[in-house]
Each structure stands twice: as structure tokens, then as C-alpha cells.
Nanobody, 129 residues
Framework: HVQLVESGGGSVQAGGSLRLSCEVARLTYERFMYCMGWFHQAPGKEREGVATLSGDGSTTYADSVKGRFTISQDNAKNTVFLQMNALKPEDTAMYYC??????????????????????WGQGTQVTVS
């Protein structure tokens, strides 16, 4: 089954940057047939969608991260990235990579929901102080 492995988390001061990576393996279909997403979950809070990336390259972002975060991919390395700039203390959370078979692309028009994704990584912690 699909394997997702996140890396790149850590501790950073407010205003700093981090780049998260998600290595994708064991896809049943071509990578462009999947919707990729990043979620975060702070202690005591629900898991929330941060960004999504469709196979055609289109992206969506949560309002809270627009203009600061960028989701991208390196097809040669089968890796999805989340570049996080101008980090704020409220960005502190566990960050999860997610994937779902979606040949027509990620759902649009609403905030991505955890139930939209079948495959999950173990998460990487981001702490902003």
C-alpha cells in the first residue's frame, strides 16, 4: 500500500522558515492520479487541511497560510514539499502528509477534510516560538 514518510520538522523562531518533505512510495497508479495534501494538528485540536496539490499541478491553501506556505513536488524524486515561510507560533503543530487516489484532481471549493484522504504519514513536529 501507499507509503508516506515526512521529514524536515523542527523548532524555529517566529518569522523563520522550514521545508517539509514527504517521500511517496508504493503508489498503485501514476503519481499524477493522486491528490496530495498537508494537514496539521495542534494538541487538543482537530486535524486541519493546510494545502493540496493535484496531479495537474493545481494547488489550494487554507486561508491561514496563503502567501506564506507553498506546496510543490519533485516528480523525479517522488517527493512532495511544503515550504513554510514567515512562521508564526500558531503554526506549531504536528504536520502530516496525506494522499488519495483522485484522477480528476483534489476536491476544490472547500477546506480539505481528513476523510478525503486514504493514506497518511506518521507526521513531523513543527514548533514555532
Amino acid at each position: 500500500h501507499v507509503q508516506l514518510v515526512e521529514s524536515g520538522g523542527g523548532s524555529v523562531q517566529a518569522g523563520g522558515s522550514l521545508r517539509l518533505s514527504c517521500e511517496v512510495a508504493r503508489l498503485t497508479y501514476e503519481r499524477f492520479m493522486y491528490c496530495m495534501g498537508w494537514f496539521h494538528q495542534a494538541p487538543g485540536k482537530e486535524r486541519e487541511g493546510v494545502a493540496t496539490l493535484s496531479g495537474d499541478g493545481s494547488t489550494t491553501y487554507a486561508d491561514s497560510v496563503k502567501g506564506r506556505f507553498t506546496i510543490s513536488q519533485d516528480n523525479a524524486k517522488n517527493t512532495v514539499f511544503l515550504q513554510m515561510n514567515a512562521l508564526k507560533p500558531e503554526d506549531t503543530a504536528m504536520y502530516y502528509c496525506a494522499a488519495d487516489y483522485a484522477p480528476i484532481g483534489c476536491r476544490v471549493g472547500r477546506t480539505p477534510q481528513p476523510d478525503d484522504f486514504a493514506y497518511w504519514g506518521q507526521g513531523t513536529q513543527v514548533t514555532v516560538s
